[in-house]
């Protein structure tokens, strides 16, 4: 199945917990979250108040300053690598419906290059 989130900044976490948790079955196994593009990024982190801006730090912090050599936008680059470097899918265990996460984990989309429309799709398998 197909979700739909939007952010509206150019980097951005987005807590998608709630939403992935509505589209499961009653059923246990492992569900995957793969967001569909090659600027944004799924992972589980905590939200605590400002945690979700100490991450964008933390990936603002990695990016170097050179020149930069994506031919269809330079400037664009350091969105293509972040992405890469957190991930474009997470796996997670799932029982009698519910998600297994631990106590202050939450699945995040991860903007890099927004304000955007992001595809995620969403895989069950069941035990």
């Known amino acids: ?6 952010s509206n900044k150019k980097r951005q976490v987005i807590d998608i917990t709630d939403v992935v948790q509505r589209q499961l079955p009653s059923q246990s196994g492992l569900v995957n979250i793969f967001v569909k593009h090659t600027t944004a990024a799924i992972t589980a982190a905590d939200l605590d108040p400002g945690t979700d801006l100490d991450l964008l730090d933390f990936l603002n912090s990695l990016v170097p300053d050179i020149n930069w050599r994506h031919p269809h936008n330079p400037q664009h680059a350091p969105d293509h690598l972040l992405a890469s470097i957190v991930g474009p899918a997470i796996t997670l265990p799932v029982s009698g419906g519910r998600l297994q996460l631990g106590t202050w984990q939450r699945i995040i989309l991860v903007e890099l290059d927004g304000p955007r429309e992001r595809d995620i799709e969403i895989s069950i398998c069941l035990q």
């Open 1 to 6: 199945m197909n979700i739909k989130v939007n």
